[in-house]
């Protein structure tokens, strides 16, 4: 328990949504069940073991006083504690304040819609705030970026789409089970100015492949999938089936973006499982997690893969 209240009597002011303490990186022994996170202007500590009142209480008198430190006068501190159980469930509680509703965050000048209060999934993963800068660069570092399509594969609520279409995407398909989500990410384009250009799908992936491939060739197509969900993904069986379709998928030149949030599976995982399902794309990276969710062991932390599909030699083949 240390270690977060001398995170937190350091922190600084934060502007943007980003994770403060990350125990579940395995670098702060006693801490492994606790994170901090920032979605300003709310704080939110998540536990997943059970944390007792004294605790929370010790917790919540660092935040005052670091908050009194750091914060705007006109600013008082809310914070929020989130306890998490197997199988799922989880329970919020708001400690100190009043949640802002709506709730909306800012990510490198990017603004997303954020619900803290309902269960798991806020909205926006922080820790693929890396991954949604490769996107930008990539688009950015297009010589037409207007002619760009990006095909946006379980896009949840839709950030990467946003992050492309700022940096001046021309076509965004996004594609998603979840109606509730890609709901929210319509509401995340009109935030940022970027409607046109962007559809969104409520369809299952693997039974809308004539509607994804209608809608291509894509410069770049982004799979983020849960790494397991009964009845929708289980990676171990289903990114290879992803991965065949991708070279039909891309114009020559174009890139994958692999993304996989499974502690027990390593990038050694996706890199055979591409080999096998499409040997013909080239590793180009792996992504570079932000310092914020550094771990003892990066293969137990988010994977997030770039390969690219070879050009067309000057024969045309």
């Given at each position: 328990m240390q270690a977060l209240l001398d995170t937190i009597a350091q922190m600084p002011?934060?502007?943007?949504?980003?994770?403060?303490?990350?125990?579940?990186?395995?670098?702060?022994?006693?801490?492994?069940?606790?994170?901090?996170?920032?979605?300003?202007?709310?704080?939110?500590?998540?536990?997943?073991?059970?944390?007792?009142?004294?605790?929370?209480s010790r917790i919540g008198q660092a935040l005052e006083q670091r908050w009194q430190q750091i914060a705007p006068t006109d600013q008082p501190l809310i914070w929020a504690f989130q306890s998490r159980e197997p199988g799922g469930k989880a329970e919020t509680r708001v400690m100190?304040?009043?949640?802002?509703?709506?709730?909306?965050?800012?990510?490198?000048?990017?603004?997303?819609?954020?619900?803290?209060?309902?269960?798991?999934?806020h909205g926006l993963f922080l820790d693929m705030a890396a991954g949604r800068e490769w996107v930008r660069r990539t688009v950015t570092a297009h010589p037409q970026?207007?002619?760009?399509?990006?095909?946006?594969?379980?896009?949840?609520t839709c950030a990467f789409s946003v992050a492309a279409k700022l940096?001046?995407?021309?076509?965004?398909?996004?594609?998603?089970?979840?109606?509730?989500?890609?709901?929210?990410?319509?509401q995340n384009h009109q935030l940022n100015g970027v409607k046109a250009g962007a559809s969104f799908a409520a369809h299952d992936i693997f039974s809308s492949w004539g509607k994804i491939g209608r809608g291509g060739p894509y410069d770049l197509i982004i799979v983020d999938p849960p790494?397991?969900?009964?009845?929708?993904?289980?990676?171990?069986?289903?990114?290879?089936r992803?991965?065949?379709?991708?070279?039909?998928?891309?114009?020559?030149?174009?890139?994958?973006?692999?993304?996989?949030?499974?502690?027990?599976?390593?990038?050694?995982?996706?890199?055979?499982?591409?080999?096998?399902?499409?040997?013909?794309?080239q590793f180009v990276q792996r992504v570079v997690n932000p310092p914020q969710f550094a771990d003892v062991d990066e293969e137990r932390s988010l994977k997030v893969l770039v390969y690219r599909e070879p050009e067309l030699d000057k024969t045309g083949t």
């Open positions: 002011f934060p502007t943007d949504a980003q994770r403060i303490f990350h125990g579940r990186g395995g670098r702060f022994p006693g801490c492994e069940q606790i994170v901090l996170d920032a979605f300003p202007p709310v704080l939110l500590l998540t536990s997943f073991a059970p944390v007792d009142e004294a605790q929370l100190a304040g009043e949640l802002p509703e709506p709730h909306v965050v800012t990510e490198n000048g990017a603004k997303y819609l954020v619900h803290i209060a309902r269960g798991q999934n970026p207007a002619r760009m399509k990006v095909l946006n594969l379980f896009a949840y940096a001046g995407a021309g076509q965004v398909l996004n594609m998603d089970m979840s109606k509730g989500a890609l709901a929210t990410g319509q790494s397991y969900q009964k009845g929708s993904f289980i990676a171990t069986k289903d990114y290879a992803l991965m065949r379709r991708l070279s039909d998928l891309l114009v020559p030149g174009g890139h994958a973006l692999l993304c996989l949030n499974a502690p027990e599976l390593g990038t050694d995982f996706l890199k055979a499982q591409m080999t096998e399902a499409a040997p013909a794309l």
